[in-house]
């Protein structure tokens, strides 16, 4: 069984910037990415990275060149999601998720954090 808890999330200005962490209770999955859930709309997949190393990452189109998704270099169960240039559009609930294949879909994640709010006010 696989922990994750999800910390980071607040308000703040559009054009604002913050940072996301997940904390996994181990480092045996393959994949984590981060989700986001705003009100009345689907749970949609954000980035993923693969946590064997070498950077391998991916992005949804709404948020490549202003999210950016990484592994703690000395604690390997420690990731992060740097958001910038915030929109009121990217207001909702966070999600860390860990599975053992990487992608965007929910579908491939079988482990999941409480989530963390995040408020974009404009």
């Known amino acids: 069984q696989v922990q994750l808890e999800e910390s980071g999330g607040g308000s703040v200005q559009a054009g604002g910037s913050l940072r996301l962490s997940c904390e996994a209770s181990?480092?045996?999955?393959?994949?984590v990415a981060w989700f986001r859930e705003a009100p009345g709309k689907e749970r949609e997949g954000l980035a993923h990275i693969y946590t064997g190393g070498g950077d391998f990452t991916g992005y949804a189109s709404s948020v490549k060149g202003r999210f950016t998704i990484s592994q703690d270099n000395a604690k390997k169960t420690l990731y992060y999601l740097q958001m910038n240039n915030l929109e009121p559009e990217d207001t909702g609930t966070y999600y860390c998720?860990?599975?053992?294949?990487?992608?965007?879909?929910?579908?491939?994640?079988?482990?999941w954090g409480q989530g963390t709010q995040v408020t974009v006010s404009s």
């Open positions: 998720a860990a599975g053992q294949r990487c992608g965007l879909g929910t579908g491939q994640y079988d482990y």
């Open positions: 181990v480092n045996s999955m393959y994949c």
